[in-house]
């Protein structure tokens, strides 16, 4: 291999930004003016290889050096070839050395527009929102121990739907349908127990009556909101849909029956019916929908060393949970609705910032520069979205909010009990839900950050001082946003946020 001649080494921000690239034409003029050979364009995934190995490639005198320090890394033919989209170890530490002292292509900006906002991401709220539609609703017909399964199974699949996209991009290329399945097998199995235990041991006195209602319906909601969190994760949204709208429409039959017919003998007859029928389909179409995507077996295996890696953000997102299961009881039953509601918009969020991260990188020329906008861009998307669930709670509450944030007078005290935010004053639910939905879009940015141990304990901390009532629902969201702010501004000055 040609050693190029010893121009500007370019940095892992030149490579991340991609000013190495040209056009053909221009690339062949540079070339024949210099050493008359181009470097081939990293793949994207090897980029963040280029950025750890920095340091050593700048002292390489040779390509095999390089093989040396990707092999001592852990880094074999397999993985490059298959997970970094190089075709092995060698050609890998070509490609990186070839990126030495080129400077050719360093003050041509690459020309691309501005990224649009995904709003394709903001319907998936509505599709998370199904399994938890379907089981508030079930819960209510099935019995009181069911609805404090309902609270676990919600609680657990929050953070187990993270585990199972977790399992899905650890293979990019095709799907693991073994360890896909193993996971809607354990998720159920989760939800079984827990339900039982969450319905049992909340009532002791009651502990006959309840456990089988709480093991039900806990398996029942965990199934199914594993099977979604499968299709979705497979980007399935159609089936979602047509898998969750015959449960949720019988459901709401269960419900609406007995004030359709109140003095009709059979309701109680067809009201069980329908409850049966309900809950097969509830758990029973979805899960058929996940099986069937997941025929293909895949390379990854259905044992624990697959599911080890995703734990940590599973685990997150439990804490994650705890802390939004308590501000929902200390602010009352609908307060936290438009968080729920606007799931899908603070996804898109969070990748419309990732996406405009990138655009900036393969525009800015001094990296000062690319921090401060990235900074604006990601605290700023986070604001925007408070402030979008400050406009929803202001135009979905009670008519007389309005009038009383502009002090007409005659109406009820921000103090006294408004509908549906029965546990805490208005001026408390207006501040705590946007201030959380700020948190829990920065939250959500840093976890892709691979940040989350951090904002495990993070959220541990607060949640066990929510229960504890050392910290209101206003302290906690300012408490979490007094370590978020900062801890983003660290995380945008590394040059792997970018990318």
Sequence with gaps: MTRPPEHRVLTGFDILSERYRQENTQESDAGAAGSGTVPEPLPDKLREVDLTLRPDRERAVDALELAAYLEADGLSDESLRERYGAGGLFAAAELLYAQRGTGRA??????????????HLAQRGLL???????????GGAVGAGATLAFVFAAAFGWGYSMLITSLRYAEPFGVPGRALRLALALGGACGLVGGMLAAGLANPAQWSQQWSQGLLLGGVVSLATASSGVLLSLDQRGQVAAAFAPPLLLAAGVDLLPHLFPHSPQVILAQQLLLALALLTFVGLPLLLALRATRTPGVLPARWSSFRPGLLLAAYGWALAATFVGLNQQLGGWALLPVVLSAGLLEAGVWNAQQYLQYFARRQGEFSQLVRRGIWQVIGTALVYGAVLLGGLLLAGPGEWLAVRLGVPGLAMPGESTPGFNAAPLRSVLFTVPAFGTA???????????????????????????VLRVLSPPQLVVAALFVLLPLTTVTLRDLRSYR
Excluded: C, I, K
């Design 440 to 466: 829990l879009l920065l939250s959500t940015w840093l976890a892709n950050q691979r940040r989350s141990g951090l904002l495990l304990v993070l959220w541990a901390v607060l949640s066990l001082l929510l």
């Design 128 to 138: 998370y929102l199904m399994p938890g539609v379907g089981g508030l609703l079930l």
């Design 106 to 119: 360093l003050e041509r900006r690459h020309d691309e527009p501005a990224p649009r906002f995904p709003w």
